[in-house]
């Protein structure tokens, strides 16, 4: 009997979720599909033409690529910078808002208003800004008695820009999960370091770090994610200039298919990225598991 109603339960489950399913198979499961015979193709866009297969031909020519390997080591520092600023400013914000008592809700609202807005949005507000002629940053700085500076047109700046707007959209999310996990922690621990003697940076050090790991490794993996896949901010704020500075990997397999009307090679960039962002992803799934 048990059995029959475990068999039914699990068609019924089935049957709910079949719609949603084939939905997500028609949306993502074909065009991730097609994008995948394109990267084993000769489909160009001067050439439409998916015959002659070449099998791995587009994933060798982007492994003697140099300019595919310079998008990779700039989105591994790009992406590494942005988590780490992402990090730090977020948690030395997320220990301030837990020490305070009222107010707290006024002070996570004004913190979501980054995180709501959209990167393309958030890059035209910034480019605007930081116009070296008519910028108001620049213009501050030149009421300070300070030089210009041309914040998205200097190579060896442009990388370190964008990464300082990313960061300042995208902190307010870890403070949000950080702060919740501050939340959540005991106040045993800290009730016994206070008897003890224990000074705040002590029991900041032994206690509440050891404790918020877990919470810690979730938001930053789900940040790294994030970074590894971005592509509005480049996009907007630079193309990919001056020269390649700011040429991420999402911008390079875009360059690649549409402006060098290589898709094929395109479509295996892409790939090379959709296989970084997975393994990121088992990583998440696999902290959450360690948690439980």
Known sequence: MRAALMDRDWRNGWAFAAPGLLMLAVVMGFPLAYAAVI???SLTLLRPSLTPFVGLANYAAMMNDPLFWGALWLTIKYSVVTVAGEFVIGLAVALMINRTVTMKPVYFAVLTIPMAMSPVSVALIWRMLLQPN??????????????????????????????????????????????????????????AAEVDGATPF???????????????????????????????????????GPGTSTEVLSFFAYRR?????????????????????LGLTVLFFATLERRR
């Open 39 to 41: 990267s084993v193709s």
């Open 134 to 191: 008519l910028g108001i940053v620049n213009h501050t700085l030149e009421a300070l008695g300070l030089p210009r500076v041309d914040w998205l047109g200097n190579a060896d700046l442009a990388l370190w820009t964008m990464a300082g707007i990313d960061i300042w959209q995208q902190t307010s999310f870890v403070v949000l999960i950080l702060a919740a996990g501050l939340a959540s922690l005991p106040r045993d621990p800290y009730e």
């Open 202 to 240: 002590h029991q900041f050090w032994y206690i509440t770090l050891p404790m918020l790991r877990p919470v810690a490794a979730i938001a930053v993996i789900i940040q790294l994610i994030n970074e590894f896949r971005t592509y509005d901010l480049p996009y907007i704020l630079t193309k990919g």
């Open 257 to 277: 298919a549409f402006l060098g009307l290589h898709l094929n090679e395109g479509a295996a960039a892409s790939f090379v990225l959709l296989l970084i962002v």
